[in-house]
């Protein structure tokens, strides 16, 4: 095995990506909707991931509380079948490929930065570097999170109050043409 080989396959297991596939409810709840779906594939993770995720955004902003994140993904699916629970994909991918390029990137160019003749910088000095990425993340994410959550609790409105955004790019220009630029940094202003 080469040292780049090496080199990568450490960087690998340093960004481990935890994921219940073991979990037994879990497989039980996804098992109606994933036929011949290899559990085992990184397709998996994101088969998964948009039917939880909106099932989450639905418990965040459900009008009583009482629901599980179960009971909701199963009464989704049921109710609106099982495309509706991918509703905000697009959004939810420009979330994660600006939040997420984002982040990485600016960790990465501060941690090389830190890093004197090959000694690594301290844990304390690296916490604070990870941190700062993470809010130059969720900044420059929250535009496509906003329309990520609007998009997947739209169902949940009155049809007169409903967006119905395309796509993230549809709803970006649609929330900055009818709210203007500052609609789509609310939760960063407040």
């Not at 397709?43 to 418990?59: E, H, I, M, Q, T």
């Not at 994909?89 to 830190?114: D, I, N, P």
Request: aromatic share 8%.
């Amino acid at each position: 095995m080469s040292s780049s080989t090496q080199v990568q396959k450490k960087k690998a297991e340093s960004y481990p990506y935890v994921f219940p596939q073991n979990c037994q409810a879990y497989q039980s709840l996804l098992a109606e909707t994933t036929t011949n779906i290899d559990s085992t594939s990184p397709f998996s993770r994101f088969w998964y991931g948009g039917k939880l995720d909106l099932a989450k955004v639905r418990l965040q902003t459900a009008p009583k509380p009482g629901d599980n994140l179960i009971k909701v993904a199963v009464r989704l699916v049921k109710n609106e079948g099982v495309l509706a629970a991918y509703s905000g994909l697009s959004a939810s991918l420009l979330r994660q490929a600006t939040y997420s390029t984002a982040r990485f990137g600016v960790y990465e160019e501060l941690k090389e930065r830190m890093t004197k003749a090959g000694v690594q910088p301290s844990g304390i000095k690296l916490l604070g570097a990870s941190m700062f990425a993470g809010a130059v993340g969720g900044l420059i994410g929250n535009p496509s999170d906003i329309v990520n959550i609007r998009m997947q609790n739209d169902k949940t409105l009155p049809k007169e109050q409903q967006r119905n955004y395309k796509h993230a790019i549809d709803g970006l220009i649609k929330i900055t043409k009818d709210e203007g630029v500052s609609a789509l940094l609310k939760v960063v202003l407040g």
